[in-house]
């Protein structure tokens, strides 16, 4: 039986405690992980080891927090993303929603993708395929 939405969340937010050593009240769906709970660009490498072992997922380099992004001149034009970044970025990225950030598209707010809602999606995403 495919496990539930809550069940997902529930390990997601377990996983993300024991990753970045926070407390499991401080872990809501719109957390995000770097502005609210503190994490850094190596924690990121932890969070995908330990999304890979507790549900037993295979989650490829730079699937989950995209890679070399912002090093093409053709997505980036004046700190935001360019339209054609955008489009890349919801291509590399269907899990996340884009909604709030296309409307201001700086280089900046990307790690405001990472929250723990699109963490859940991606694991939901990655289960409902295999």
Partial sequence: MPATHEEIYDKVRTTLVDALGVDEEDVTPDSKLQGDLGA???????IVFR???NFGIKIPRGELFPENLVSDPELIHDGKLTDKGLTVLKERMPFA??????????????????SVNMLVQYVESKLSAS
């Fill in 97 to 114: 929603d884009l909604t709030e950030f296309a409307h201001d598209p700086e280089v900046d707010k990307i790690a405001d993708l990472y």
């Fill in 40 to 46: 850094e660009s190596i924690d990121f490498l932890d």
């Fill in 51 to 53: 999304l890979e072992r």
